[in-house]
């Protein structure tokens, strides 16, 4: 069979549909099927992408013109102990097969993002982080152990404490260093299937964020819903959402509570519209018209249901972007990306705020805004930091260069503050700076694990070559650590200068 097969060639799109190419697609089944994919791709000079779910909202799981190994048809669970929460797994397994397969016996997995799409694999390869990051820190913490395959023939099997090296690289590397094979994760015990949910309404984002500092010792899960229209002192202005675990001595009901009828997500909002009715509607208010009203409604409700206790199951609460079907699709044909920030916690309230002013006055409102906690982890693509996180949900506009240079300019907001960026979410990061927040030290490292687990570069994807591999070559040089630094002390956040020309294909593919 010739290699690239081009019967496979496929157009493929990030989450948010604004990043898009056509791969040729492979979904091997088996370890020994990868193998001879790396070994193909080597011998005739072709990368190779890995992708799971598709579920990262930018490129960071496309590969233009090259080869895609689709990943999902791995899925396969290897081993289940319902006495300890272990559970071994194949890369494709999703959240939602996780949940699914150990909440029946009391295990619930340890960390989820806003959608039980993802699969594990992909969840490594990011860190995923969720609601509870400053208290249960991202996904990777949670693996006892996992084994990948490096492009350079290598099976691994690898622990924290046996190969710390390559366990803190490969998990959160962007599938650029190996494909995991198998995921040992301990998931937590849980002794109702619901939560304890408690909202509480906050006038502008300085309120949000000291509201949310004390609770993190004593709440299970804190989000924040930001008004991103809103101006003046109310900018900024949202609810924030605690939830804490039920504790077995308040769940009347154990065996009913952790079914997964239990667990549905209800198809109906307010018990009334049919949620699979609702999304062709949607586009109706996302739009720079309507929006700041359907803010100011879910504002006045929040106000109302100020302090308001009750109960939820953890699929609800947890998988909040399930519960309306491809709601991506409201933002228009272009799409949408999602910008998300971590600030540390002395800079958030005022770095936020300037990025919803710079946002309105540019006329390119986000039409979602949500905001976490944080705590630092020592993973090598850390994202996090000891503060807050606030994440934007863009359209894309029909000048998508007007979009691209706001991006920029938030950047530099950001990086001014001592902050980072999260590549599952990102589609406009320069070089310049994805260098500035992870270092010369970091992407050092990067490249001396690149060419010790995969020399020829058989794995790239579209990430890789637009920001990481310019990064890390320019970082070794020096000048990407001080040109930067002079622009951002020269010119101001809202003058508009440009930024260097992205590199690879751009997300309005």
Known sequence: MPFPDFDRLTL???????????????????????????????????????????????????????VVLDLQRMNRVLDWNPDTGVIRAEPGVTIEQLWQYGLEDGWWPPVVPGTSRPTLGGCLAMNIHGKNNYRAGPIGEHVLAFEALLPNGELVH????????????????????GVFTSITLQLKAVHSGDLEVEELATPNIAAMVDLMEPLKSEADYLVGWVDTTAGGRSMGRGQVHRAQYVPASDEPNLTLSLSREHQKLPDKLLGLVPTAAIWPFMPLGFNNLMMPWVNTGKFAAARLSHHHHYRQSLVEFSFLLDSLPIVEYAYGRRGLIQYQSFVPRAAAADTFRAILDLTQRRGLPSYLGVTKRHRPDQFLFTHAVEGFSMALDFPVPGRVDRLDQMAHDLDRLVLEAGGRFYFAKDSTLTPYAAARYLGEATLARFQALKARCDPQAVLQTELYRRVLAPAAALAATGELMTLPQRELEQMPVDAGAAWPVRNGSGHHA
């Open 158 to 177: 690898v622990t924290p404490q046996g190969e710390p090296e390559l366990f803190y690289s490969l998990i959160s590397g962007a599938g650029l260093l």
């Open 12 to 66: 493929l799109r990030g989450s948010g549909r604004a990043a898009g190419s056509a791969g040729y697609l492979y979904r091997p089944t088996h370890l020994e099927q990868i193998a001879e994919l790396f070994e193909q791709a080597a011998r005739g000079g072709w990368t190779i992408a890995p992708r799971g779910a598709g579920r990262s909202y930018g490129d960071a799981a496309l590969n233009g013109g090259q």
